[in-house]
T-cell receptor, first 112, second 115 residues
Framework: AQSVTQPDIHITVSEGASLELRCNYS??????LFWYVQSPGQGLQLLLK??????LVQGIKGFEAEFKRSQSSFNLRKPSVHWSDAAEYFC??????????FGTGTRLTIIP | GAVVSQHPSWVICKSGTSVKIECRSL??????MFWYRQFPKQSLMLMAT?????????EQGVEKDKFLINHASLTLSTLTVTSAHPEDSSFYIC???????????FGPGTRLTVT
């Protein structure tokens, strides 16, 4: 069965500091991996996705993620966070036209 | 870009009544749509897979008679919560798979409050 683990429930980062959100997955085949962001009371916005090819994926809002097959990880990074990045972040795994399995999410708080 | 809308965005209903939530793909067709449920400060859990022209497939533990899903066209799926109770209060999010790109697009969600 497929699963996603986001070990950090809540992370606090100073504005301008770098960020890394962790994601580990379990999947029976080559995974399609996604990162979504959700602001309070809002729907999901896709930040980036990995299907194949270059393991370093660039997304919107200055985010990037690196797929590491040997570690079953797909960590999200940003070199310098902005106050507007405060939100809930979800990692998900699935296939392109199938249901997604989501991690439990990481809440990001930005302090001035 | 591909847009998925949900209506209503927020609904309050009394216990025992039914409420219908619509999910529409505005600029693409979708033979498959998914309905997810999200409790406060929790992740999204898949409730059911909606396929145009056929019966929905429900995840284990989801009552199909309580959560009625109808995928009547290639752009519309509806979720009806029947005889709603306060424990059904939640954030319901749909997604749609584009028949062209096979990419999945999410709606903005519907917050249901049952009093």
């Amino acid at each position: 069965a497929q699963s996603v683990t986001q070990p950090d429930i809540h992370i606090t980062v100073s504005e301008g500091a770098s960020l890394e959100l962790r994601c580990n997955y379990s999947y029976g085949a080559t995974p399609y991996l996604f990162w979504y962001v959700q602001s309070p009371g809002q729907g999901l916005q896709l930040l980036l996705k990995y299907f194949s090819g270059d393991t370093l994926v660039q997304g919107i809002k200055g985010f990037e993620a690196e797929f590491k097959r040997s570690q079953s990880s797909f960590n999200l990074r940003k070199p310098s966070v902005h106050w507007s990045d405060a939100a809930e972040y979800f990692c998900a795994v699935g296939r392109i036209n199938e249901k997604l399995t989501f991690g439990t999410g990481t809440r990001l708080t930005i302090i001035p | 870009g591909a847009v998925v809308s949900q209506h209503p965005s927020w609904v309050i209903c009394k216990s025992g009544t039914s409420v219908k939530i619509e999910c529409r793909s505005l600029d693409f067709q979708a033979t498959t749509m998914f309905w997810y449920r999200q409790f406060p400060k929790q992740s999204l859990m898949l409730m059911a897979t909606s396929n145009e022209g056929s019966k929905a497939t429900y995840e284990q533990g989801v009552e199909k008679d309580k959560f009625l899903i109808n995928h009547a066209s290639l752009t519309l799926s509806t979720l009806t919560v029947t005889s709603a109770h306060p424990e059904d209060s939640s954030f319901y999010i749909c997604s749609a798979i584009s028949t062209d790109s096979y990419e999945q697009y999410f709606g903005p969600g519907t917050r249901l409050t049952v009093t």
